[in-house]
Protein backbone atom coordinates (compact mmCIF):
# COMPACT_ATOMS: atom_id res chain seq x y z
CA UNK A 1 0.00 0.00 0.00
CA UNK A 2 1.46 3.36 -0.57
CA UNK A 3 2.69 5.84 2.13
CA UNK A 4 -0.33 8.45 2.27
CA UNK A 5 0.96 11.66 1.44
CA UNK A 6 1.81 14.15 4.72
CA UNK A 7 -0.04 17.65 5.67
CA UNK A 8 2.48 20.21 5.34
CA UNK A 9 2.29 22.21 8.56
CA UNK A 10 4.06 25.95 7.85
CA UNK A 11 4.48 27.59 11.35
CA UNK A 12 5.25 24.78 13.44
CA UNK A 13 7.26 26.78 15.98
CA UNK A 14 4.62 28.25 16.26
CA UNK A 15 1.94 28.01 19.64
CA UNK A 16 -0.54 27.15 17.68
CA UNK A 17 1.13 25.20 14.27
CA UNK A 18 3.04 23.10 17.13
CA UNK A 19 0.38 22.28 18.71
CA UNK A 20 -1.62 21.63 15.15
CA UNK A 21 1.56 19.85 14.05
CA UNK A 22 1.72 17.20 16.86
CA UNK A 23 -2.07 16.72 16.72
CA UNK A 24 -2.42 15.33 13.49
CA UNK A 25 0.37 13.26 13.57
CA UNK A 26 -1.11 11.55 17.09
CA UNK A 27 -4.31 10.74 15.21
CA UNK A 28 -2.18 9.08 12.30
CA UNK A 29 -1.35 11.44 9.59
CA UNK A 30 2.05 11.72 8.60
CA UNK A 31 3.31 15.74 9.06
CA UNK A 32 5.58 17.91 7.50
CA UNK A 33 6.47 20.28 10.34
CA UNK A 34 8.19 22.76 9.17
CA UNK A 35 9.60 26.12 11.24
CA UNK A 36 12.66 28.97 10.24
CA UNK A 37 14.54 27.22 13.27
CA UNK A 38 15.26 24.03 14.69
CA UNK A 39 12.26 22.50 16.17
CA UNK A 40 12.98 20.39 19.66
CA UNK A 41 14.32 16.83 19.69
CA UNK A 42 11.26 16.12 21.72
CA UNK A 43 8.67 17.40 18.88
CA UNK A 44 10.53 15.65 16.10
CA UNK A 45 10.81 12.50 18.05
CA UNK A 46 7.22 11.91 17.75
CA UNK A 47 6.23 9.54 15.53
CA UNK A 48 5.01 10.55 12.11
CA UNK A 49 6.85 13.86 12.22
CA UNK A 50 8.92 14.83 9.61
CA UNK A 51 10.70 18.50 10.42
CA UNK A 52 11.48 20.82 7.22
CA UNK A 53 13.92 23.53 8.31
CA UNK A 54 13.77 26.63 5.79
CA UNK A 55 14.64 30.35 7.01
CA UNK A 56 12.75 31.71 4.28
CA UNK A 57 9.49 31.25 2.93
CA UNK A 58 10.36 30.78 -0.83
CA UNK A 59 12.83 28.00 -0.18
CA UNK A 60 10.49 26.10 1.28
CA UNK A 61 9.76 23.79 -1.79
CA UNK A 62 13.25 22.40 -2.40
CA UNK A 63 13.45 21.74 1.77
CA UNK A 64 10.17 20.13 1.62
CA UNK A 65 11.48 17.79 -1.59
CA UNK A 66 14.38 17.27 0.58
CA UNK A 67 12.59 15.91 3.64
CA UNK A 68 10.51 14.30 1.97
CA UNK A 69 12.96 12.68 0.06
CA UNK A 70 15.18 11.67 2.93
CA UNK A 71 12.01 10.55 4.81
CA UNK A 72 10.70 8.14 2.19
CA UNK A 73 7.59 10.08 2.11
CA UNK A 74 5.40 11.09 -0.59
CA UNK A 75 5.41 14.51 -1.25
CA UNK A 76 2.32 16.72 0.88
CA UNK A 77 -0.98 16.32 -0.21
CA UNK A 78 -2.60 19.10 2.14
CA UNK A 79 -0.94 22.40 3.36
CA UNK A 80 -1.95 24.10 7.05
CA UNK A 81 -0.54 27.78 7.27
CA UNK A 82 -0.08 28.76 10.43
CA UNK A 83 1.93 31.83 10.47
CA UNK A 84 1.55 35.30 12.02
CA UNK A 85 0.01 35.51 15.82
CA UNK A 86 -1.59 37.79 17.95
CA UNK A 87 -0.41 40.37 20.50
CA UNK A 88 -1.18 43.59 22.02
CA UNK A 89 0.30 47.01 21.87
CA UNK A 90 -0.15 50.35 21.04
CA UNK A 91 -2.85 51.75 19.52
CA UNK A 92 -2.59 51.90 15.75
CA UNK A 93 -1.58 55.43 15.61
CA UNK A 94 1.15 55.03 17.79
CA UNK A 95 2.23 52.03 16.14
CA UNK A 96 6.13 52.88 14.56
CA UNK A 97 6.45 52.47 10.47
CA UNK A 98 9.17 49.47 11.23
CA UNK A 99 6.61 47.24 13.41
CA UNK A 100 3.23 48.21 10.72
CA UNK A 101 6.15 46.76 8.12
CA UNK A 102 7.22 43.84 10.41
CA UNK A 103 3.36 43.01 11.00
CA UNK A 104 2.94 43.30 7.26
CA UNK A 105 5.81 40.56 6.18
CA UNK A 106 4.73 38.04 8.79
CA UNK A 107 0.96 38.30 8.67
CA UNK A 108 0.01 38.66 5.04
CA UNK A 109 3.24 38.73 2.65
CA UNK A 110 4.24 35.42 4.49
CA UNK A 111 1.23 33.72 3.32
CA UNK A 112 1.20 34.99 0.14
CA UNK A 113 4.73 33.53 -0.49
CA UNK A 114 3.84 30.90 1.02
CA UNK A 115 0.96 29.74 -1.11
CA UNK A 116 3.02 31.01 -3.78
CA UNK A 117 5.66 28.55 -3.10
CA UNK A 118 3.47 25.80 -2.26
CA UNK A 119 0.21 25.25 -3.57
CA UNK A 120 2.93 23.64 -7.27
CA UNK A 121 3.33 21.30 -4.73
CA UNK A 122 -0.06 20.00 -4.92
CA UNK A 123 -2.28 17.82 -6.60
CA UNK A 124 -5.81 18.99 -8.58
CA UNK A 125 -8.31 19.29 -5.37
CA UNK A 126 -5.94 19.31 -2.42
CA UNK A 127 -6.48 21.13 0.62
CA UNK A 128 -4.67 24.91 1.16
CA UNK A 129 -5.64 25.59 4.80
CA UNK A 130 -5.30 29.01 6.36
CA UNK A 131 -5.68 29.92 10.03
CA UNK A 132 -6.83 33.19 11.49
CA UNK A 133 -8.26 34.64 14.30
CA UNK A 134 -10.64 36.69 15.76
CA UNK A 135 -8.82 40.28 15.68
CA UNK A 136 -9.63 39.62 11.61
CA UNK A 137 -13.52 40.19 11.97
CA UNK A 138 -13.48 42.11 15.17
CA UNK A 139 -11.74 45.51 15.25
CA UNK A 140 -9.43 44.77 18.75
CA UNK A 141 -7.61 48.32 20.26
CA UNK A 142 -4.08 47.82 20.62
CA UNK A 143 -3.99 45.09 17.80
CA UNK A 144 -4.52 47.00 15.56
CA UNK A 145 -2.35 45.83 12.76
CA UNK A 146 -3.30 42.24 13.41
CA UNK A 147 -7.30 43.43 12.49
CA UNK A 148 -5.61 44.68 9.49
CA UNK A 149 -3.79 42.37 8.31
CA UNK A 150 -6.33 39.22 9.27
CA UNK A 151 -8.68 40.87 7.17
CA UNK A 152 -6.73 41.32 4.50
CA UNK A 153 -5.57 37.43 5.05
CA UNK A 154 -9.42 36.66 4.66
CA UNK A 155 -9.32 38.10 1.27
CA UNK A 156 -6.30 37.16 0.19
CA UNK A 157 -7.60 33.30 0.58
CA UNK A 158 -10.93 34.52 -1.29
CA UNK A 159 -9.02 35.28 -4.15
CA UNK A 160 -6.60 33.11 -4.19
CA UNK A 161 -10.08 30.69 -4.47
CA UNK A 162 -11.28 32.77 -7.13
CA UNK A 163 -8.37 32.82 -9.12
CA UNK A 164 -7.56 28.72 -9.07
CA UNK A 165 -11.15 28.60 -10.65
CA UNK A 166 -10.48 30.41 -12.96
CA UNK A 167 -9.63 29.59 -16.92
CA UNK A 168 -8.88 25.92 -15.61
CA UNK A 169 -9.75 23.65 -18.54
CA UNK A 170 -11.21 20.66 -17.49
CA UNK A 171 -8.91 18.03 -17.70
CA UNK A 172 -6.71 20.01 -15.13
CA UNK A 173 -8.99 18.50 -12.64
CA UNK A 174 -10.48 20.10 -10.13
CA UNK A 175 -8.59 22.99 -8.50
CA UNK A 176 -6.48 23.50 -4.93
CA UNK A 177 -9.28 24.02 -2.50
CA UNK A 178 -8.61 26.76 -0.29
CA UNK A 179 -10.20 27.20 3.16
CA UNK A 180 -10.10 29.33 6.36
CA UNK A 181 -10.41 28.26 9.28
CA UNK A 182 -11.17 31.04 11.84
CA UNK A 183 -9.91 30.36 15.84
CA UNK A 184 -12.76 32.76 17.34
CA UNK A 185 -11.06 32.38 20.72
CA UNK A 186 -8.33 32.37 22.12
CA UNK A 187 -6.04 28.39 22.24
CA UNK A 188 -5.77 27.36 26.00
CA UNK A 189 -2.99 27.21 27.12
CA UNK A 190 -1.30 30.31 25.12
CA UNK A 191 -1.13 32.61 27.74
CA UNK A 192 -0.25 35.58 25.94
CA UNK A 193 -4.25 35.98 26.19
CA UNK A 194 -5.25 37.79 29.20
CA UNK A 195 -8.54 36.18 30.91
CA UNK A 196 -9.65 35.23 27.67
CA UNK A 197 -13.91 35.28 27.86
CA UNK A 198 -13.81 31.48 25.63
CA UNK A 199 -11.14 29.51 24.71
CA UNK A 200 -11.09 26.68 22.22
CA UNK A 201 -8.54 23.54 22.81
CA UNK A 202 -5.90 22.26 20.28
CA UNK A 203 -8.20 19.55 19.97
CA UNK A 204 -10.84 21.58 18.80
CA UNK A 205 -8.68 22.96 16.33
CA UNK A 206 -6.93 19.71 15.22
CA UNK A 207 -10.63 18.32 15.06
CA UNK A 208 -11.62 21.03 12.66
CA UNK A 209 -8.92 20.72 10.46
CA UNK A 210 -9.39 16.79 10.33
CA UNK A 211 -12.75 17.72 9.04
CA UNK A 212 -11.65 20.13 6.13
CA UNK A 213 -9.12 17.94 5.38
CA UNK A 214 -11.00 15.38 4.97
CA UNK A 215 -14.03 16.73 3.18
CA UNK A 216 -13.31 18.19 -0.27
CA UNK A 217 -17.08 19.37 0.20
CA UNK A 218 -16.30 21.46 3.30
CA UNK A 219 -17.14 24.91 3.76
CA UNK A 220 -15.00 27.24 2.47
CA UNK A 221 -14.43 29.25 5.55
CA UNK A 222 -14.97 27.40 8.74
CA UNK A 223 -15.03 28.80 12.53
CA UNK A 224 -13.91 27.15 15.97
N1 LIG B 1 -2.55 31.54 19.94
C1 LIG B 1 -3.87 31.74 19.99
O1 LIG B 1 -4.49 31.76 21.08
C2 LIG B 1 -4.65 31.92 18.71
C3 LIG B 1 -6.03 32.17 18.82
C4 LIG B 1 -6.77 32.35 17.67
C5 LIG B 1 -6.16 32.25 16.43
N2 LIG B 1 -4.81 32.00 16.35
C6 LIG B 1 -4.24 31.93 14.99
O2 LIG B 1 -3.29 30.88 14.87
C7 LIG B 1 -2.31 31.26 13.91
C8 LIG B 1 -0.93 31.08 14.53
O3 LIG B 1 -0.86 31.86 15.71
P1 LIG B 1 0.11 31.50 16.93
O4 LIG B 1 -0.56 31.97 18.16
O5 LIG B 1 0.57 30.10 16.82
O6 LIG B 1 1.32 32.48 16.62
P2 LIG B 1 2.84 32.34 17.09
O7 LIG B 1 2.97 31.45 18.30
O8 LIG B 1 3.36 33.73 17.18
O9 LIG B 1 3.54 31.58 15.87
C9 LIG B 1 3.63 32.22 14.64
C10 LIG B 1 4.33 31.30 13.66
O10 LIG B 1 4.47 32.00 12.42
C11 LIG B 1 5.83 31.92 12.01
N3 LIG B 1 6.18 33.09 11.21
C12 LIG B 1 6.06 34.38 11.55
N4 LIG B 1 6.50 35.16 10.55
C13 LIG B 1 6.91 34.33 9.57
C14 LIG B 1 7.47 34.53 8.29
N5 LIG B 1 7.70 35.76 7.80
N6 LIG B 1 7.79 33.45 7.56
C15 LIG B 1 7.56 32.21 8.05
N7 LIG B 1 7.02 31.94 9.25
C16 LIG B 1 6.71 33.01 10.00
C17 LIG B 1 6.63 31.88 13.31
O11 LIG B 1 7.92 31.40 13.05
P3 LIG B 1 9.14 31.74 14.07
O12 LIG B 1 8.91 30.87 15.25
O13 LIG B 1 10.35 31.39 13.28
O14 LIG B 1 9.04 33.20 14.39
C18 LIG B 1 5.75 30.91 14.11
O15 LIG B 1 5.99 29.58 13.73
C19 LIG B 1 -2.61 32.71 13.51
O16 LIG B 1 -3.36 32.70 12.32
C20 LIG B 1 -3.47 33.20 14.66
O17 LIG B 1 -4.36 34.23 14.27
C21 LIG B 1 -4.05 31.85 17.45
Given at each position: ???P?????????????????????????????AAR??L????????G???????????????V???????G?P???????S??G????????D???????A?????L?????????????????????????A?????????????????G?????????????????P??????????????????????????????????????????????????VV??
Open positions: MNSRPVLVVGASGFVGSRVARGLAAGGRPVLARPPEWFIAQPVIPVLSTEVTALPGARAACAQAALPGAVVAIGWHKGAPLLVDASEWSTLASHTAHLEAARALVPLLEPGDPYIVLNGASREAMAGSGAISVTGALAMLVQVLRLESRQARPEAGPPVRFHELVIDHAVSGDDRNEDPAQTRTPAQVVSALGELLDHPGAPVHV
